[in-house]
């Protein structure tokens, strides 16, 4: 349930698309040993990531995955884990054309009536998880008119030539040229014909699906411009890079749950207010019941304000989130925050009992942490108090920290 | 004294080499405001990393950093604030190739006796801190003996021709062409004679510095392959993949003062193998007299246990840091252990004069946490609670979080 939200947008596609996902890289240029597609971002490889980005789009039907043969095993964990649906996987050739022609084939077996063929199939990388729907909208039409179709970027650095003892023969004129990326979208029938004429010397060598379609069908791909956010992930610093983009996404919201006592509903607001300042979003909410309750099939980070020393309201939080299997992809971060002196009992809350309960939640992919703040009646210290509350908030959201799960922070 | 870490690495360079910096990019595609150069991390702005990277070489005599008029002030704050030497800030012009031109001519004024001009001159950009000692060498030696040099990288893409309809031309055979990077060398005759041959088409459109020095004066550059890293901050992901590269860098290693006594030299020693398991390298000393007074010249994280509740430990060991002015160019991490049930008392620390402590730090640029441990006779327990507490020490050093410093944590 936490996986359906469809971002139809207002598009239409009249037309079958299925997609086909090469995913049988080594990763050597990483220089970890791990291949890319695989590396773990919060406890999720990053082709699951990818998976994710097609499965939001209603009009896609099908997704066919192209890995190695000796991560079969592995790949089919991964779908299974993370729930993945729509998805088949197929194995790789020994080369990234051989890959993709193993794909594309899969998608017309012969058993296949030709009513469920797609008619458009998109071409996309394992290590490009941020595509969109608009684009892939953009890609896809384009190809079926025009029967090819790929997604460039402008060059970010000059191209040179180089002469065989490494010296500069000429540059490049840079508006001339772009860099080819992926999404690229062709028809069936393109595709398919252009992998059964092209030689074996295409297989071996050939990097761009485009020439394939251009040499042996005279198609000319239509190009269209795409964001920044389509880049391969190549390097080890692209791996920092994709975890932070990740991380950005899950963290500009949260919700904030007051339970309806007058002093935490004015904390909330106060603290609505500091987090905006530090550019989060909070929802306030009394309590997760009714229409309220869509928060957890869609929030990733809960803030619950308890004025009793109690855990029974954070305890139903983590069981409703648990009911509503809220941590299948990704770990949402539960803060427990303990409103001490406005309440029945002014005793902090009692440490070893909280870490028991972020042990377990820990356990079931949820990140519990504690913050414990003092009513102060000084109105410049309280609100000094506040302000450290909505630091340390934000900061242990946008951190996701395992190791810190289960400690009493103190605003 | 903190910054003189000279890597001389065997290397001798015979002639007078000088660095142009041109910094006067205005940073569009991040979609930030501040230009990328003068963003900052962990407090720092890029541009100081990037002139330390150059300070860092013995043999570098002088850095002249091109800066747009409207931040020829901010520029000289950075270079006041965080000390730096062997720079001079020079205005730029309206382009790319006006502003490197400005920073050449700079280097040879009138009154500059012919024995002071640089007889290489290095180019490099702003944005791209982590250059090394070794590659700037080998680009320097080049350029000396060929009279220009440049980095090269494979291209990550394959580059493609498009029709003036967006449509595909054709594309490049990736083997022959390369993406021209920074840092590039000249000597300085071919790189004053390309810029004054020039034309203002080349001023106002070219991009390429060894291009010009090709056309103008007949020098055919060496190109060499860099490293990864050499790749220029662009885009705003790349801000997140620098931010993580500094972290990174900062957080291999810590130092961990013992003070001595028996339970805190078995702690240290049960630490230093649990941080091992999470890559990180812990080097024990009972205090930092005598030889050991180097790591504060060198170390970024430090880690002091106590089995007393006071603080004259720590106090003593931020006075140190502040005396070796240690804070300039990084926030040193300081993590107070304090474990109980093994000294002279079992009674915990008062959070509040911790607090206090840790604000104060951190008005001197250095991040202070604390850490509390229990001594379990239980040893299962004990192996638990000092494997938490090396994660914790860990998150903590590599997350570098304002927000958290003063807390007392509970491993
Ligand atoms: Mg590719
Ligand atoms: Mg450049």
Chains 1, 2 share one sequence.
């Not at 050597?28 to 999720?44: A, H």
Request: charged letters at 20%; aromatic letters at 6%.
């Amino acid at each position: 349930a936490g996986k359906s939200n469809h971002n139809t947008g207002g598009r239409y596609v009249d037309f079958r698309v299925s997609v086909v996902l090469p995913a049988g890289g080594t990763g050597e240029r990483t220089g970890l040993l791990t291949p890319k597609q695989f590396c773990s971002f919060l406890g999720r490889p990053l082709i699951s990531y990818t998976i994710q980005a097609f499965e939001r789009v209603s009009w896609i039907r099908s997704v066919v995955v192209v890995v190695a043969k000796e991560n079969m095993d592995l790949m089919m964990d991964i779908i299974q884990r993370f729930q993945h649906q729509r998805v088949r996987v197929v194995p790789g050739g020994s080369t990234r054309h051989r890959s993709i022609c193993n794909g594309v084939m899969a998608l017309g077996e012969g058993e296949t009536p030709a009513a469920d063929r797609p008619e458009v199939v998109i071409i996309h990388d394992a290590v490009r998880p941020f595509v969109d729907e608009d684009f892939l909208h953009k890609i896809a039409t384009a190809a079926k008119e025009q029967g090819a179709a790929g997604a460039i970027r402008p060059l970010v650095s000059t191209v040179i030539a180089t002469t065989s003892e490494g010296y500069l023969d000429h540059s490049l004129e840079r508006v001339k040229y772009r860099a080819s990326e992926m999404p690229q979208g062709f028809t069936y029938d393109v595709i398919r014909q252009a992998y059964q004429r092209c030689t074996e010397s295409d297989f071996e060598f050939g990097t761009e699906c485009l020439h394939l379609a251009l040499q042996y069908c005279g198609t000319n791909a239509k190009l269209i411009e795409g964001p920044p956010t389509l880049w391969k992930v190549t390097y080890k610093r692209d791996l920092a890079a994709a975890e932070s983009i990740i991380k950005e996404t899950l963290s500009r919201t949260a919700c904030l749950i007051t339970g309806g006592s007058a002093p935490a509903v004015a904390l909330a607001g106060a603290l609505r207010k500091a987090a905006g300042a530090l550019e989060m979003e909070l929802d306030v909410v009394p309590d997760l019941a009714g229409d309220n309750g869509g928060y957890l099939l869609k929030e990733w980070n809960f803030i619950q304000v308890s004025v009793s020393r109690r855990l029974s309201e954070v305890e139903a939080l983590l069981a409703a989130l648990e009911a509503a299997n809220r941590a299948v992809l990704h770990p949402p971060v539960v803060i427990w925050v303990h409103l001490s002196g406005a309440g029945e009992s002014s005793a902090g809350p009692e440490p070893s009992a909280f870490w028991d309960l972020a042990s377990r939640a820990r356990l079931r992919n949820v990140l519990l942490y504690g913050l414990r703040l003092h009513q102060s009646k000084d109105a410049e210290r309280w609100e000094r108090s506040v302000l450290r509350a909505a630091e340390i908030a934000s900061a242990l959201i946008q951190g996701r920290s395992p190791a810190l799960v289960g400690q009493l922070l103190q605003a």
